[in-house]
């Protein structure tokens, strides 16, 4: 599957934004999708995470209240809501697709991910 992520901008701080991350290829329903960033000099963080149903979600506690994951299987694509925006935030923002759950602990999310769009930057200013 190709991931393509998009939406990404900059905004003020206490802003919203949305990113979307189109699939194309295989049959996007049987993906369980995530969102990770990386902020410049840091490693990748995990974000959020969907079943590839929809009916699950689990969020990082740094963005928990904050962002949201939802996604339309018939559209084949994934969406990141992004509410009360803070400097930190600020980082290239990445999606991913996998269909197996995760070994061990969460701090990656629920799933291990086989395929990764290119990232979409988002910068938050104060």
């Known amino acids: 599957v190709q991931l393509q992520a998009s939406g990404g901008g900059l905004v003020q701080t206490g802003g919203s934004l949305r990113l979307s991350c189109a699939a194309s290829?295989?049959?996007?329903?049987?993906?369980?999708m995530g969102w990770f960033r990386q902020a410049p000099g840091k490693e990748r963080e995990f974000v959020v995470d969907?079943?590839?149903?929809?009916?699950?979600?689990y969020v990082a506690d740094s963005v928990k209240g904050r962002f949201t994951i939802s996604r339309d299987n018939a559209k084949n694509t994934v969406y990141l809501i992004m509410n009360s925006l803070k400097p930190e935030d600020t980082a290239v923002y990445f999606c991913?697709?996998?269909?197996?759950?995760?070994?061990?602990?969460?701090?990656?999310?629920?799933?291990?991910?086989?395929?990764w769009g290119q990232g979409t930057q988002v910068t938050v200013s104060s």
């Open positions: 991913a697709a996998g269909t197996r759950l995760a070994l061990g602990t969460l701090v990656a999310g629920r799933y291990e991910y086989d395929y």
């Open positions: 290829g295989r049959t996007f329903s049987i993906y369980h």
């Open positions: 969907i079943s590839r149903s929809g009916g699950s979600t």
